[in-house]
């Protein structure tokens, strides 16, 4: 089974395919665990996942999208660019809440061009979270708790579920 898998990281790292990265960063760090697409045009960040979201009735909180806003810094820090609750960050987005609340949202795009990422174009690293609402009674439903349209409550009783891979999208 270990030489199986030493040979599947093999071949991934010598792919270079996003997909196997994201594969060993979510087998090593339990980080990634799903991938997506990201490309930018003409001012637009478009985001697509396949990744199905826990049910509504489950937790399911929301969708959030990370960016680091340095160019060419693959280790910088994460910020939120767009969630389904104005998150008052210096960079970001709202995206109608109806859609990155919506479970079914497989897709986002919004404009970059009130964002102040460093000033200058360059390979840009983009993730996506979803967002689940948890209560400290494990048993208690999370909906009791949080309905979709409460922030404060959105901030307290939230977490990511999981996380994709990074993507790198060329911003110019």
């Known amino acids: 089974m270990k030489v199986r898998m030493i040979f599947l990281i093999i071949c991934f790292l010598l792919t270079g395919c996003s997909y196997g990265m994201d594969m060993i960063e979510g087998a ?8 997506i697409n990201a490309s ?3 001012g637009q960040l478009t985001i697509s996942w396949s990744e199905s ?4 009735d ?3 909180g929301g969708y959030e999208v990370y960016i680091i806003p340095e160019a060419w810094n693959e280790y910088g820090t994460y ?4 969630a389904r ?3 008052f960050s210096p960079n970001f987005c709202y995206v109608s809440g109806f859609v990155l609340g919506n479970s079914n949202t497989r897709s986002v795009s919004f404009p970059l061009s009130k964002f102040d990422l460093d000033g200058k174009g360059g390979e840009y690293y983009v993730r996506l979270g979803i967002i689940k609402m948890y209560v400290e009674d494990s ?10 349209s409460n922030y404060i409550e959105y901030i307290n009783y ?14 110019d």
């Open 28 to 35: 090593i760090t339990e980080r990634a665990s799903f991938s």
């Open 40 to 42: 930018y045009q003409s």
């Open 53 to 56: 979201p826990p049910a509504p």
């Open 58 to 60: 489950k937790g399911f």
């Open 79 to 82: 910020e939120v660019i767009a």
């Open 85 to 87: 609750h104005n998150l």
């Open 139 to 148: 048993d208690a439903d999370p909906k009791k708790y949080y309905d979709g």
């Open 158 to 171: 939230s977490t990511i579920d999981k996380i994709s891979g990074y993507k790198v999208v060329y911003i």
